[in-house]
């Protein structure tokens, strides 16, 4: 007989503003992360401590729109509309759970995820974004963006990705698969968009400063082979800000990631 008390797991979409938060993932007591708030806010509408799963750590200073998490709670009677309304009374201003649907046990924020998709905004121009401080990384200069294009295909398919993981990355299994690499012109931003089925830490803006060496001409974008091929971090560009990153997605449905064709 199981005399394990019934549970639901909930799957929560989570946006925040992460400027002012040393990221996702739960730190030492006095840190203030996303995670942190969302344990304490959910904790105290369930009625118990709970553990939020989120689906990536994003680092100090990223952003999401569509982060995933996941808990599992004994409370089983609070609507998890009315949850999702208390929860985000007790949150910031600057962190909105987006929506809370009850999903299989088995299913993990994480470890059920198939791909993500992240987008990385520049405001190129000589006046600062003031309005946009702290969301968008800020280039002064210009940028030539077809040759960013260029160098953005080179990084489609599965490679070898050594060369754009920063030595705190202890993984051992470095190849991954991307999907999209697109740069397009927004105003006066670039956006770069990658989507991948994961990524290594501070990939994504390696990627992206990479490519602004490529835009700013002190690169061709044949660099991108050179830094895949060799694996070694010195081939590729420097690691861009956290400020203009944010999490767009998180994908479970191999059809969403599928290569275009």
């Not at 401080?133 to 599965?158: F, K, N, P």
């Not at 700013?216 to 044949?222: D, F, H, L, S, T």
Request: proline content about 4%; charged content about 20%.
């Amino acid at each position: 007989m199981n005399d394990s008390p019934a549970t639901r797991n909930v799957k929560l979409v989570v946006a925040y503003n992460g400027a002012a938060y040393h990221g996702w993932q739960r730190q030492a007591a006095g840190i203030d992360t996303v995670q942190f708030r969302l344990e304490q806010a959910a904790g105290q509408v369930l009625g118990h401590p709970v553990t939020v799963h989120g689906a990536g750590r994003t680092d100090a200073g990223v952003h999401a729109e569509g982060q995933v998490a996941n808990l599992h709670t004994t409370n089983l009677a609070v609507p998890l509309a009315g949850m999702r309304r208390a929860v985000n009374s007790r949150l910031p201003d600057d962190i909105a759970v987006r929506s809370a649907v009850q999903v299989d046990d088995g299913f993990h924020a994480s470890r059920s995820a198939v791909g993500k998709t992240y987008r990385y905004r520049i405001h190129v121009s000589p006046q600062r974004a003031v309005m946009r401080h702290r969301q968008v990384y800020h280039y002064w200069r210009t940028l030539d963006v077809e040759a960013m294009r260029s160098a953005a295909q080179r990084l489609i398919g599965t490679h070898d990705f050594a060369g754009f993981a920063t030595s705190a990355d202890d993984r051992d299994n470095t190849v991954r698969t991307i999907f999209r690499c697109e740069v397009a012109e927004a105003g006066p931003e670039v956006h770069v968009t990658v989507q991948g089925n994961a990524f290594l830490y501070n990939m994504v803006r390696i990627i992206v400063g990479t490519l602004i060496e490529v835009g700013r001409g002190r690169w061709a974008p044949g660099c991108i082979d050179r830094a895949l091929s060799s694996g070694n971090r010195a081939e590729a560009g420097p690691t861009a800000p956290p400020d203009g990153l944010t999490m767009v997605c998180v994908h479970y449905d191999r059809g969403e990631i599928a290569p275009r064709g």
